[in-house]
């Protein structure tokens, strides 16, 4: 029963050790020669100004949820024009609706100035 499990620990053991043996091996042979410039706290290029924990626009994060939503539906034309010809019109027309849905969206949302950045 017991040497049912041994690839699975085998393979968790050779799964740490490729996580583990890399950065150990960076701490141990890497050259430890820390300057001013190296401990400075970097942000953009320039030093940071305010707290950290300032709040951000909330159109920065509309921009964002938006980039996402649009990307993960680009992302269905792959495998639909993969299986095009075995879907037939049907699936077509089916894209062509969820084209459409997506095109009405986009509209709106660049009416409503979503996408303008000030």
Do not use: H, Q, T
């Not at 950065?23 to 001013?36: E, F, I, S, T």
């Not at 049907?90 to 660049?110: D, H, K, P, R």
């Amino acid at each position: 029963m017991l040497e049912n499990y041994l690839p699975i620990l085998i393979f968790l053991g050779l799964g740490i050790g490729f996580g583990v043996v890399p950065v150990l091996a960076g701490r141990v042979l890497a050259p430890n020669r820390p300057d001013d410039a190296k401990l400075s706290p970097y942000e953009c290029g320039f030093e940071a100004f305010e707290d950290s924990r300032m709040k951000f626009d909330v159109r920065y994060y509309l921009v964002a949820i938006l980039f996402i939503i649009f990307d993960l539906e680009i992302a269905f034309f792959v495998p639909w024009a993969v299986v095009l010809d075995n879907i037939g019109w049907f699936g077509y027309f089916a894209m062509m609706i969820f084209l459409g849905i997506l095109v009405i969206g986009f509209a709106y949302e660049w009416k409503k100035g979503a996408l303008e950045w000030e």
